[in-house]
Protein backbone atom coordinates (compact mmCIF):
# COMPACT_ATOMS: atom_id res chain seq x y z
CA UNK A 1 0.00 0.00 0.00
CA UNK A 2 1.45 3.21 -1.18
CA UNK A 3 1.83 5.85 2.41
CA UNK A 4 1.11 9.48 2.27
CA UNK A 5 2.28 11.48 -0.68
CA UNK A 6 3.65 14.85 0.00
CA UNK A 7 5.33 17.60 -2.65
CA UNK A 8 7.53 19.18 -2.88
CA UNK A 9 9.91 17.65 0.01
CA UNK A 10 11.80 21.38 0.04
CA UNK A 11 11.04 24.76 -0.53
CA UNK A 12 12.57 28.33 -0.17
CA UNK A 13 10.78 31.56 -0.74
CA UNK A 14 11.12 34.96 0.14
CA UNK A 15 8.84 36.77 2.40
CA UNK A 16 5.64 38.28 0.99
CA UNK A 17 5.96 35.19 -1.63
CA UNK A 18 2.97 32.81 -2.34
CA UNK A 19 3.74 29.08 -2.04
CA UNK A 20 1.60 25.66 -2.56
CA UNK A 21 2.11 22.18 -1.03
CA UNK A 22 0.49 19.20 -2.30
CA UNK A 23 -0.42 16.12 -0.69
CA UNK A 24 -1.99 12.65 -2.35
CA UNK A 25 -3.53 10.46 0.73
CA UNK A 26 -3.34 7.13 1.31
CA UNK A 27 -6.13 5.83 -1.28
CA UNK A 28 -9.47 5.51 -0.24
CA UNK A 29 -8.94 7.51 2.79
CA UNK A 30 -11.80 10.05 3.64
CA UNK A 31 -9.93 11.98 5.70
CA UNK A 32 -7.44 14.50 5.30
CA UNK A 33 -4.73 16.33 7.63
CA UNK A 34 -2.67 19.43 7.45
CA UNK A 35 -0.30 20.08 10.49
CA UNK A 36 2.39 22.88 10.69
CA UNK A 37 5.43 21.47 12.66
CA UNK A 38 7.57 24.66 13.82
CA UNK A 39 10.94 24.10 14.90
CA UNK A 40 11.68 22.99 18.38
CA UNK A 41 7.59 22.11 18.89
CA UNK A 42 5.02 19.49 18.20
CA UNK A 43 2.84 18.98 15.02
CA UNK A 44 -0.35 21.34 15.37
CA UNK A 45 -3.54 21.11 13.37
CA UNK A 46 -4.13 23.66 11.11
CA UNK A 47 -7.16 21.53 9.04
CA UNK A 48 -8.76 18.60 8.98
CA UNK A 49 -11.04 17.57 5.82
CA UNK A 50 -13.61 14.71 5.60
CA UNK A 51 -13.89 13.85 2.06
CA UNK A 52 -14.08 17.41 0.94
CA UNK A 53 -15.65 19.54 3.38
CA UNK A 54 -14.12 21.43 6.14
CA UNK A 55 -14.25 18.90 9.96
CA UNK A 56 -11.77 21.76 11.85
CA UNK A 57 -10.03 24.43 10.52
CA UNK A 58 -9.91 26.91 13.82
CA UNK A 59 -6.15 27.05 13.83
CA UNK A 60 -5.92 27.98 10.33
CA UNK A 61 -4.70 31.69 9.74
CA UNK A 62 -7.34 32.27 7.11
CA UNK A 63 -5.97 35.98 6.38
CA UNK A 64 -3.24 34.18 4.48
CA UNK A 65 -3.44 30.36 4.58
CA UNK A 66 -5.98 28.54 2.41
CA UNK A 67 -6.63 25.02 1.60
CA UNK A 68 -9.08 22.88 -0.29
CA UNK A 69 -9.71 18.97 -1.24
CA UNK A 70 -11.27 19.06 -4.61
CA UNK A 71 -13.15 15.52 -5.29
CA UNK A 72 -12.37 14.54 -1.63
CA UNK A 73 -9.08 12.78 -2.91
CA UNK A 74 -5.69 14.94 -2.91
CA UNK A 75 -5.42 18.80 -1.17
CA UNK A 76 -3.39 21.54 -1.77
CA UNK A 77 -2.46 23.93 1.24
CA UNK A 78 -1.41 27.69 0.35
CA UNK A 79 -0.02 30.45 1.92
CA UNK A 80 -0.41 34.11 -0.10
CA UNK A 81 1.51 36.24 1.18
CA UNK A 82 3.98 33.87 3.65
CA UNK A 83 6.01 35.46 6.50
CA UNK A 84 9.04 34.80 8.19
CA UNK A 85 7.50 32.93 11.07
CA UNK A 86 5.57 30.40 8.31
CA UNK A 87 8.90 28.53 8.54
CA UNK A 88 8.17 24.95 9.40
CA UNK A 89 7.86 21.12 8.11
CA UNK A 90 4.24 21.19 6.88
CA UNK A 91 2.84 17.15 7.28
CA UNK A 92 -0.01 15.63 5.73
CA UNK A 93 -1.64 12.80 7.24
CA UNK A 94 -4.86 10.53 6.31
CA UNK A 95 -6.91 7.74 7.73
CA UNK A 96 -10.09 5.79 6.53
CA UNK A 97 -12.13 3.98 9.31
CA UNK A 98 -12.77 4.73 13.00
CA UNK A 99 -10.16 1.75 13.99
CA UNK A 100 -7.11 3.60 11.89
CA UNK A 101 -7.91 7.48 13.81
CA UNK A 102 -7.83 5.50 17.09
CA UNK A 103 -4.50 3.41 16.40
CA UNK A 104 -2.82 6.65 14.68
CA UNK A 105 -3.19 7.90 11.45
CA UNK A 106 -0.75 7.96 8.82
CA UNK A 107 1.52 10.60 8.18
CA UNK A 108 3.51 11.65 5.37
CA UNK A 109 7.23 12.82 5.27
CA UNK A 110 6.33 16.68 4.95
CA UNK A 111 7.51 19.54 3.15
CA UNK A 112 10.06 21.99 4.74
CA UNK A 113 9.29 25.23 3.95
CA UNK A 114 12.09 28.09 4.84
CA UNK A 115 10.72 31.80 4.29
CA UNK A 116 13.58 34.19 3.37
CA UNK B 1 -8.31 22.93 25.81
CA UNK B 2 -5.93 20.00 26.27
CA UNK B 3 -2.37 20.68 26.81
CA UNK B 4 0.69 18.27 26.74
CA UNK B 5 3.76 18.75 28.35
CA UNK B 6 6.87 16.70 27.97
CA UNK B 7 9.89 18.24 30.40
CA UNK B 8 12.64 16.55 29.01
CA UNK B 9 13.89 17.99 26.01
CA UNK B 10 16.64 15.87 25.00
CA UNK B 11 17.82 12.90 27.02
CA UNK B 12 20.59 9.52 26.47
CA UNK B 13 20.85 6.13 26.79
CA UNK B 14 23.76 3.65 26.01
CA UNK B 15 22.77 1.02 23.54
CA UNK B 16 20.80 -1.74 25.30
CA UNK B 17 20.13 -0.18 28.04
CA UNK B 18 16.27 1.02 29.70
CA UNK B 19 14.86 5.22 29.15
CA UNK B 20 12.25 6.56 30.44
CA UNK B 21 10.54 9.64 28.90
CA UNK B 22 7.75 11.71 30.51
CA UNK B 23 4.80 13.18 29.78
CA UNK B 24 2.09 14.73 31.32
CA UNK B 25 -1.29 16.06 30.12
CA UNK B 26 -3.93 18.15 30.78
CA UNK B 27 -7.60 17.50 30.32
CA UNK B 28 -11.22 17.77 31.21
CA UNK B 29 -12.08 14.72 29.04
CA UNK B 30 -13.14 11.64 30.43
CA UNK B 31 -12.67 9.61 27.47
CA UNK B 32 -9.37 10.04 25.48
CA UNK B 33 -6.45 8.21 23.68
CA UNK B 34 -2.69 9.30 23.86
CA UNK B 35 -0.12 8.23 21.79
CA UNK B 36 3.78 7.76 21.25
CA UNK B 37 5.19 9.01 17.85
CA UNK B 38 8.45 8.58 16.57
CA UNK B 39 9.93 11.10 14.28
CA UNK B 40 13.09 10.25 13.15
CA UNK B 41 15.10 13.17 10.45
CA UNK B 42 13.15 11.39 7.76
CA UNK B 43 10.41 13.63 9.36
CA UNK B 44 7.66 11.19 8.95
CA UNK B 45 5.85 10.68 12.38
CA UNK B 46 5.64 6.96 12.97
CA UNK B 47 2.97 5.35 15.62
CA UNK B 48 4.76 3.46 18.58
CA UNK B 49 2.09 3.09 21.54
CA UNK B 50 -1.39 4.43 22.38
CA UNK B 51 -3.48 3.80 25.65
CA UNK B 52 -7.00 3.94 25.68
CA UNK B 53 -7.85 5.84 28.62
CA UNK B 54 -10.60 3.50 29.67
CA UNK B 55 -8.26 0.89 30.19
CA UNK B 56 -6.37 0.81 33.10
CA UNK B 57 -3.86 -2.18 31.57
CA UNK B 58 -0.49 -0.51 30.70
CA UNK B 59 0.00 -0.78 26.61
CA UNK B 60 2.83 -2.45 25.73
CA UNK B 61 4.30 -3.38 22.10
CA UNK B 62 7.75 -5.54 21.99
CA UNK B 63 10.33 -3.19 23.62
CA UNK B 64 8.22 -0.34 24.51
CA UNK B 65 5.54 -0.02 26.95
CA UNK B 66 3.83 2.77 28.77
CA UNK B 67 3.17 3.86 32.15
CA UNK B 68 -0.22 5.61 32.21
CA UNK B 69 -1.48 6.92 35.83
CA UNK B 70 -4.87 8.28 34.57
CA UNK B 71 -5.44 10.42 38.11
CA UNK B 72 -2.40 12.00 37.89
CA UNK B 73 -2.57 12.92 34.33
CA UNK B 74 1.30 10.84 33.18
CA UNK B 75 1.62 9.00 30.94
CA UNK B 76 5.33 8.02 30.22
CA UNK B 77 7.26 5.84 27.30
CA UNK B 78 9.88 2.94 28.80
CA UNK B 79 11.97 1.95 26.15
CA UNK B 80 14.00 -1.78 27.10
CA UNK B 81 17.30 -2.38 25.43
CA UNK B 82 17.88 0.41 23.30
CA UNK B 83 18.82 0.71 19.73
CA UNK B 84 20.69 2.90 17.67
CA UNK B 85 17.45 2.72 15.61
CA UNK B 86 15.25 4.45 18.29
CA UNK B 87 17.50 7.41 17.91
CA UNK B 88 14.81 10.14 17.32
CA UNK B 89 12.11 12.79 18.09
CA UNK B 90 9.44 11.16 20.30
CA UNK B 91 6.53 13.05 20.63
CA UNK B 92 3.56 12.46 23.19
CA UNK B 93 -0.04 12.89 21.71
CA UNK B 94 -3.71 13.09 22.87
CA UNK B 95 -6.98 12.77 20.94
CA UNK B 96 -10.29 13.34 22.19
CA UNK B 97 -12.03 9.83 21.36
CA UNK B 98 -15.54 10.70 19.77
CA UNK B 99 -17.31 12.89 17.25
CA UNK B 100 -16.22 13.06 13.86
CA UNK B 101 -12.83 15.45 14.64
CA UNK B 102 -9.99 13.88 15.62
CA UNK B 103 -7.56 16.44 16.43
CA UNK B 104 -4.04 15.15 17.49
CA UNK B 105 -2.37 17.56 20.11
CA UNK B 106 1.22 16.70 20.66
CA UNK B 107 3.96 17.61 23.58
CA UNK B 108 6.94 19.66 22.25
CA UNK B 109 8.91 16.21 22.38
CA UNK B 110 11.89 14.51 23.52
CA UNK B 111 15.02 14.24 21.70
CA UNK B 112 16.60 10.53 22.32
CA UNK B 113 19.77 10.00 21.43
CA UNK B 114 20.75 5.81 21.77
CA UNK B 115 24.48 5.88 22.50
CA UNK B 116 27.31 2.64 20.85
Known amino acids: EAGVAQSPRYKIIEKRQSVAFWCNPISGHATLYWYQQILGQGPKLLIQFQNNGVVDDSQLPKDRFSAERLKGVDSTLKIQPAKLEDSAVYLC??????????????FGSGTRLTVV | AQTVTQSQPEMSVQEAETVTLSCTYD???????LFWYKQPPSRQMILVIRQEAYKQQNATENRFSVNFQKAAKSFSLKISDSQLGDTAMYFC?????????????FGKGTLLTVNP
Open chain 2, 27 to 33: TSESNYY
Open chain 1, 93 to 106: ASSQTEWEVNYGYT
Open chain 2, 93 to 105: AFMRRGGSNYKLT
